[in-house]
């Protein structure tokens, strides 16, 4: 359980941390230095590398989650909430990457900068949802045993 729990709570930190300082302090810093272009360019490389560790992130907090609570009988209520809102981040993580992040990179292969700015302003507005899910489910996490 120990090791589960690490490798969970260190997952969320990765996932939620990243999207914390993609969404608060990349994303105003490169609209102030960068044109559409070199930010769209800038993004695709971010979102690159960082989906690569959300990825393993996602599958280690569904599967250590669900192993976990599958030796809790019954199941406590704030860890039914965490694994929906858990659930629900994956599947928006997934049509992220499969969509909007999929037409970015293709966007910026062709030169379609507008094209680019729609996909990431999609982007922009969905990791908005997940980083305010992150936050939340810590929160349940967290404080759901003592509640
Ligand atoms: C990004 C999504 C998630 C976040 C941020 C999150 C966060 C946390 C945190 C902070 C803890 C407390 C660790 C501790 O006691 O020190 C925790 C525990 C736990 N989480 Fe999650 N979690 C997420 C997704 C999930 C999912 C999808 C599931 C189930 C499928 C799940 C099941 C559990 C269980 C069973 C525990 C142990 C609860 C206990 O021992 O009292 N979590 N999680």
New binding site residues.
Partial sequence: MLVE?LL??LS?VV??GGMFVAYLAVRPAAVEALEPPQRLKLWTGIFARFFRWVWLAVFL??GT??S??GR?SPVPGY?LV??G???L?SAIFMHVYFAPFGRLKRAVQHEDWKAGGAALGQIRILIGVNLAL?LL??GV??LG?ML
């Fill in positions: 729990k969970h709570v969320d996932w939620v907090i569904l989650g669900f976990m609570m809790m860890v965490m694994a809102v858990g659930v981040m992150g489910n810590i996490g967290m045993p």
